[in-house]
């Protein structure tokens, strides 16, 4: 029998924001079961079982609270240890052609109504359901329950309805891997209701009416004081609030002795105390009906920050740190931090890992002009996340630009998912550090994949950030360069080709009208003015050139001499369209914001040509992955996912620690998903291989079957290029005295000539999850599943990429079936995530088809997880 104690909770946050617990059930539930249903209203009763008795509540409380049976399941939502719903599926014993279907059914306290109890609960269902094989959820609702019609019909699943005898009838399969529109949707509706419930519980913690700091001391120096200090002098408007217990007041404001003490529940409570007290303060937080935290206290262990999350998770409060330098909100006046400057109001949101690197990048950003809409130091990123800040940013009606400093990522494909809809909006930026402990490829796949824009430097990124809070995202590559110095012109432009970015060759009429303009000068590109020309006619080539169709950007580089009119003011005054940034090569700062004449926005200038053409390179691959296809995750409706899944459970069955399947395993689990190796016989002896190998027409393969083998010994497991009877006897005599008796077999396959060698693998980072690369020797990768634009990109992204393509005189590879091998492995490693480590190598590209060669695949147990599930961290 389970308990309470042993099935799993998770928390999850109601559209109003307020946390609750949503666990399975059990017998030990019972009595608030049947309380709960005892204490809905007759109407209510009578909308969940179509009829008014009492003793209704009792036999469903029992079928709820059964120990868990196949085909059944149950889960409670509780908040504040009290329960407020109840949600569950049951099978059809009685209907064998419908194996996979269950009704599902919910009910949910009178006074809890209208706060997406349901819906929150409907998607758990789901979630769990398609771990356990179940493929369609059915209902039966009266017409006048018009509230669970709502929460179905705005579920995001599609609902087939019949309606009969004042009842409706309804079915609605559940999504699936191979039907990728409808799973799309369904995720979609699911992230949207996360986004509004999240912006709902962060509003306390970034729009605070009330803030209490815990800690302040009379010390000056101490970081309490410092913060309620920062608050004070920040021009704070709402009720701010001191704790101490060991002072009355601190510059004349009253002090409580305790959290329990305030005259109301403070919506932020900032907490700098010992680190021994900091869970008795949070405790005292959440009794006191505080709801949200940012703990700036460090030095908690793991234990200690575990029970820290599970108080916050109880009392239902959010929680930035610990370890943290605290939160500031510029244009409400609250800088809850304990930097010394002032921060300004501005367009920019900033999170931060790192309390250093973020404070000095929130110090640049405005000191630039660009500002700051909101930054949070979060810390050890116990609870508010990346995820977090970017639904905030997305909704808060201030923010232009996103700006991460990750050193870790808690959920990684729903971060791609969250940035992806974000980037559509704003450009989201971060810096690639390296150095982190992570792997610089999956680094740069979950960013390329999400269309973030890594930096690859701290200035880097607040130079990018300059550009892209002041310009127009680019709508192309094409870049007019125009100096009043030609070397300088030169190294922009050898910049920009380096970058990917085309250097704009005037031509026609615009060329005609800038040598008439420039009767000294280089009008082909870069355009050269001399250092001669005048302001006007400087301002003059700046617009004629930016009114070209074939000009996307702009980089405008000047030297001030005494023989040259005020350029600077000429770029201020010139009506240009497109983005611009200017370099000053006498400028001492590596990036200042130029106001344009009566206030109209801001141009970036740069001390050195390199800079201004990364930032456009940046703001121009973003522009392009905002605007291209970001493709489909295709259904591939051949693949037999549960062949598969009991493939898998099957060894792990036999082999509970995991490990390399055998090869005819190997074999049979690829089949499952329609990836096909090249033919290959079985030889026990020496007069077997001959044999088969006289099967084949042309030179075979020769390769050595032995347990245990690991992989990177796998080279001396190989024999190629066989010909004759007598080259295959030696071969295979070689295997022989090589593994002794460790050889079980031999493969012969035949041996495929021409094409590029690539290798498809699939590896399960730690801290991405499992990711699908590609590559001869260099290998690229893409985080699951991808989509075929995902699949595209791997492609074009190896050094090989010009021989598949068919560029430098080769012939082009089949890339429609290379494309679509990736995509099958790419699902194979989704629906499995036991599967651990995948090897197909070597694959041979060839104009008219890809040959998988060989294959390994490593599994080891691993509990169901659904990432973009709604649930807290």
Not at 131 to 149: G, K, P, V
Not at 444 to 469: C, D, P, R
Not at 499 to 507: M, S, W
Request: glycine share 10%.
């Amino acid at each position: 029998m389970s308990t309470a104690q042993d099935t799993g909770r998770v928390y999850a946050l109601l559209a109003d924001g307020t946390t609750v617990e949503i666990r399975e059930a059990c017998p030990d539930d019972l009595d608030a079961v049947q309380a709960m249903h005892e204490a809905m209203a007759p109407d209510n009763i009578y909308l969940r079982f179509f009829s008014y008795s009492r003793r209704s509540a009792e036999t469903e409380a029992r079928r709820i609270c059964r120990d868990p049976a196949p085909g059944n399941a149950a889960l409670l939502a509780l908040r504040d240890g009290e329960l407020v719903g109840v949600a569950s599926y049951a099978g059809h014993p009685g209907h064998p052609g419908h194996p996979g279907q269950a009704e599902v059914a919910f009910a949910v306290a009178d006074y809890m109504h209208h706060k997406g109890i349901a819906t929150l609960l409907l998607e758990h269902l789901v979630s769990l359901a398609r771990s356990r094989q179940i493929t369609t959820f059915t209902a039966d609702t009266l017409t006048e329950n018009t509230a669970m019609l709502k929460v179905f019909a705005d579920a995001g699943l599609p609902v087939q309805r019949h309606f009969a005898d004042g009842v409706y009838e309804l079915t609605f399969p559940l999504p699936r891997a191979e039907d990728g529109t409808a799973l799309d949707t369904y995720l979609s509706a699911v992230a949207e209701r996360e986004s509004s419930a999240d912006v709902a519980s962060l509003r306390h913690l970034l729009a605070p009416e009330s803030v209490v700091v815990i800690g302040a001391s009379r010390r000056r120096e101490a970081i309490g004081r410092v913060i309620l200090e920062n608050i004070r002098g920040g021009g704070y408007a709402g009720r701010l609030y001191t704790v101490n217990p060991r002072a009355r007041q601190i510059d004349g404001d009253r002090c409580l002795t305790s959290v329990l003490d305030l005259p109301e529940p403070a919506d932020l409570a900032v907490i700098a105390v010992r680190a021994p007290t900091v869970l008795g303060v949070a405790e005292q937080c959440g009794q006191r009906g505080v709801r949200s935290l940012v703990v700036i206290t460090s030095g908690l262990d793991a234990a200690a920050c575990a029970d820290l999350l599970a108080v916050c998770r109880r009392h239902g409060m959010r929680l930035v740190g610990p370890d943290g330098f605290g939160v500031a909100v510029p244009g409400i006046g609250l800088d809850a931090t304990f930097a010394a400057c002032r921060l300004r109001p501005g367009v920019a949101g900033l999170m931060s890992q790192s309390g250093g690197v973020g404070v000095a990048l929130a110090g640049q950003l405005s000191r630039l002009g660009v500002g700051i809409s909101s930054f949070v130091s979060v810390g050890d990123k116990l609870d508010v996340s990346g995820n977090d800040m970017l639904m905030w940013w997305e909704h808060d009606d201030v923010t232009r630009l996103a700006v991460l400093y990750l050193e870790s990522f808690g959920n990684p494909r729903k971060f791609v998912r969250t940035a992806r809809r974000v980037g559509t909006k704003m450009p989201v930026l971060t810096v690639h550090a390296a150095g982190n402990g992570r792997s610089s490829a999956t680094d740069q796949a979950l960013f390329e994949q999400a269309g973030v824009i890594a930096a690859g430097s701290f200035g880097e990124l607040t130079e990018t950030a300059a550009l892209l809070a002041t310009q127009p995202v680019p709508a192309g590559r094409t870049v007019a360069i125009v100096s009043s110095t030609g070397g300088a012109g030169e190294l922009a432009a050898g910049a920009c080709t380096e970058l990917g970015l085309t250097v704009h060759q005037p031509r026609g009429l615009i060329r005609r009208r800038l040598r008439t303009l420039l009767p000294g000068g280089t009008v082909t590109g870069p355009v050269d003015t001399t250092a001669a020309v005048s302001a006007e006619d400087f301002r003059r080539c700046l617009e004629l050139l930016a009114a070209d169709d074939g000009v996307d950007a702009m980089i405008v580089l000047v030297l001030p001499t005494g023989a040259t009119g005020d350029l600077i003011g000429a770029i201020q005054a010139a009506d240009v369209g497109v983005p611009l940034a200017a370099v000053a090569l006498d400028q001492a700062a590596s990036v200042r914001l130029m106001p344009r004449p009566a206030g109209d926005g801001q141009i970036p200038v740069y001390d050195v040509p390199e800079k201004a053409a990364a930032a456009l390179a940046h703001a121009a691959r973003y522009g392009a992955w905002r605007t291209g296809p970001h493709g489909q995750v295709p259904g591939l409706p051949d693949v037999r996912a549960a062949d598969a899944r009991a493939l898998v459970t099957g060894f792990l069955h036999r082999d509970s620690g995991g490990g390399w399947l055998p090869p005819d395993k190997t074999a049979d689990l690829l089949h499952c998903y329609g990836i096909w190796l090249v033919d290959a016989a079985s030889a026990a002896s020496e007069d077997e291989a001959v044999k088969a190998a006289g099967a084949v027409s042309g030179s075979v393969v020769l390769k050595a079957e032995v347990p245990g083998l690991a992989p990177e010994t796998g080279a001396n497991a190989v024999e190629l290029d066989l010909h004759t009877e007598a080259e295959v006897r030696a071969a295979y005599r070689r295997l022989a005295d090589r593994f002794g008796r460790r050889l079980s077999r031999v493969l012969v396959q035949p041996m495929v000539t021409g094409g590029t060698e690539v290798r498809i693998g699939v590896t399960d980072d730690r801290v991405f999850g499992p990711l699908v690369t590609f590559g001869p020797s260099d290998h690229a990768a893409r985080l699951t599943p991808l989509t075929d634009t995902d699949a595209d990109a791997l492609i074009r992204s190896v050094r090989a990429a010009p021989r598949l393509l068919g560029r430098r005189g080769a012939s082009a590879t089949d890339l429609e079936t290379l494309r679509e091998l990736l995509l099958r492995v790419s699902r194979l490693a989704d629906d499995l995530p036991e599967v651990t480590e995948l090897d197909l190598s070597p694959v041979i590209a060839k104009p008219h088809g890809a040959f998988a060669m060989d294959a390994r695949i490593k599994v080891a147990p691993c509990p169901p997880q659904d990432p973009f599930l709604r649930r807290l961290r």
